[in-house]
């Protein structure tokens, strides 16, 4: 008999995976207004974006690991319910304090993807699989497309209060659609949770992550920033061996570090500094004024519906990730997806050079293609990583490979930022990057989706996937 597709389930789970995905876009339009609104310093103000993808990266593993000893339809409730929580605290906060808990109670439900991710693979049938995982994946293009535009409109036509208001509404309504449409995961490992491997691996991630994305602003040489990394080395190095001798390790490190796992990680970190270097550069070009070497002078609502179609491009290539892998294999498709990512970096780097003016619709036909990549890419990751590890370790496994595709998109925030202030001009007061900045950021965008094609190249053939075998 086959089994029926649980299509409210997955839609559910895409929809949470949406929710959580404007969380990190959602404050972007708040920025420069934020330091008047919570009543803080400019650099302070930027701990609100800091906290919440440095929160997301330490929960997300984590919440992949409870996932799968204790029941992943409970954390993502969980995740959903500290999602609500959180957009409440930061609707009433009027300070910087309980409006950074706010946003760090937001971060934790970044794991929401991942932990959806394994929970398709106990609940899907083996027919509906691959296009269900690209489904979910695609969802964080969806968010970050529409993050932006549905944030400027709220803040501008209601208040930034009821941005966060509809962000607890709609969380809270995706915790309860969970309880009711999504099933338990039938496979539960039980066991003793690794609490000391949980804190030793988020003092790692914090002393590398702090000194990565803040290091910019406090100076690649300060005593802090340098004292960061060497912390993050010996943390990094007891968290190892610690993990080497407990008999019930938060992350087996022999599947982490076996070749499969270990190279579509890698790819992961390179995709990751693919998709938030999109996000970084042709959005200040948009809004740049027209006359900054490159600069189009949009308002943020118009810029951010400019970029939409990236996200929604992202969501519709999903199916043919899901198409290719099926035909070719999930290793292929993550190649694909680096070539396809490096061709639309190569349309931006030829609107750069050019003799033409640089206009809109030279943007709109790079970031499609770069979503176009990133579906093709971010649908073949949990694929290449279910055709591997065991049912028990799903969720572990796809939050160690989310957590690595955020420290791509921390190491794309560091060297994109510091590559695009590293080389201004001033224009009408502001500072904004030369067109020998954009040069240079889009010239390491397509090495870094050289890298990841060449990873995924590199990853064992294999004839069959582990996901249709696994219902």
Known sequence: MTQPHPRLAVV??????????????????LIPSLPALIHTSDNNSSWALTITLLVGAVGTPIAGRLGDMFGKRRVLVGNMLAVTLGSVVCAVSTSLIPFLIGRGLQGIGIG????????????????????????????????????????AIIAQHISWHALFWISAATALACALAILVYVPESPSIAGGRFDAVGALGLAAALTFILLPVSKGAAWGWTSPITVTGFVAFAVAAVLWWRYERRVANPLIDLDTLTSRPILLTNIASVATGFAFYAMQMAPIQILMAPE?????????MVLASLILMPTGLVMFGFSYVSAWLTRRRGARVSLATGGLVIGAGYIVFLVMLLGPWAIAWWWIIGSSSLVGAGLGIAYSAMPALIMQVVPVSQTGEAN???????????????AVVGMVLTASTVAVAGHHVPTVAAYTTTTVICVGVCLLAFVTAIAIPKRTALVIDEVA
């Open 12 to 29: 559910v789970l895409c929809a949470a995976g949406i929710v959580v995905a404007l969380m990190q876009t959602i404050i972007v339009p």
């Open 112 to 151: 929401t993807i991942a932990v959806g991710i394994s929970i398709m693979r106990d609940i899907v049938p083996p027919a509906r699989l691959a296009s269900s995982v690209g489904t979910m994946s695609a969802s964080l293009g969806v968010g970050g497309a529409l993050g932006l535009p549905f944030s």
């Open 291 to 299: 006359g900054a070497p490159a600069g189009l002078g949009m308002s």
């Open 399 to 413: 939050g160690v490979n989310a957590l690595m595709r955020s420290v791509g998109t921390a190491a794309a925030t």
